[in-house]
């Protein structure tokens, strides 16, 4: 039997905590980065890494390739589309020794339905330019499956927060802001149970299954960060309404869609049981272990 090996294209922070998780287990791993240094990094870290990008395909992919038994996808696409697919979507259509492969997505392909729920059923309404390109990658993705037999799973990704990257730490570097917007709300979903929600996809394969990947408990921003600061014992920063908040573009894009996301697919199909149901249990652990 062949040892597992994963191969990542980008290694990003969700992308690395699975792929650890997976190394703890015994398994080989490989992945994708864009520059020497990084690539250097990696292999002193006992992960095989390959130079990738738009413009740069992997220099040898069917040596690259090689013994892959699982594929995670976790690159967004850009202007021009999903560079994964764009470049190595033959390659890996050959491959025949892939057993799963999942890419991750967002659940901003929904758009804005208003604070109503939406499950994997919905239908995709993408408000911007980024979501829009997000449903032509997940349909590039589906139709390598449905052309080719590519064992592909999606998975749409509510906000992703975990050590590192919480309302904790964003308190900690005094860059925490408390927005108000009535009635609108955040899904999230911490990244461990991520973690969790691809390795029981493993476990239970569906070719072509689409998984929505949130927590219990949408809820606005400025209540996360109020509580983050309850956790750290300091005065939570004042409460701004939206339309006087200082906020790049890109942060003020996110208040456009509101929208409450069903996870009953995978706590079903896949038996998850999230280690994290909710931001305060998320937050608390994180607080617990020192991160």
Not at 14 to 28: C, N, P, Y
Not at 129 to 151: H, I, M, T
Not at 181 to 203: E, N, Y
Not at 222 to 247: I, K, Q, S, T
């Amino acid at each position: 039997m062949t040892d597992p090996r994963l191969f990542v294209f980008g290694l990003g922070y969700s992308a690395r905590v699975f792929a650890d998780r997976l190394r703890a287990e015994g398994w080989r791993i490989a992945a994708t980065c864009r520059s020497e240094e990084k690539r250097a990094e990696l292999e002193a870290q006992g992960i095989e890494a390959f130079l990738f990008d738009r413009g740069r395909p992997l220099a040898d992919a069917k040596a690259a390739l090689a013994g892959t038994t699982h594929l995670l996808v976790s690159i967004p696409p850009d202007g021009k589309g999903d560079p994964v697919l764009d470049q190595h979507a033959r390659d890996l259509a050959d491959l025949r020794t892939l057993d799963w492969a999942g890419y991750l997505s967002t659940t901003g392909v929904y758009g804005d339905t208003g604070g109503e729920w939406v499950s994997e059923a919905s239908w995709l309404k993408p408000t911007g330019e980024r979501q829009k390109r997000r449903v032509e990658a997940e349909r590039g993705w589906l139709n390598l499956y449905r052309q080719y037999g590519v064992p592909m799973h999606l998975f749409r990704l509510a906000g992703i927060y975990g050590p590192g990257r919480s309302a904790i730490d964003s308190v900690r570097d005094g860059i925490a802001k408390r927005v108000d917007k009535p009635g609108q709300v955040f899904c999230r979903i911490h990244v461990d149970d991520i973690a969790g929600t691809l390795r029981a996809s493993m476990a239970r394969p569906t070719l072509g299954a689409i998984y929505n990947v949130a927590d219990d408990l949408p809820s606005p921003s400025h209540e996360v960060v109020e509580y983050a600061c309850r956790l750290l014992g300091v005065e939570p920063p004042p409460l701004v309404p939206f339309d006087r908040a200082e906020m790049s573009p890109m942060a003020a894009s996110f208040y456009a869609d509101c929208r409450r996301v069903k996870n009953d697919r995978i706590k079903r199909q896949l038996g998850v049981s999230l280690s994290y149901p909710d931001y305060r249990a998320g937050l608390d652990a994180q607080l617990a272990a020192g991160l």
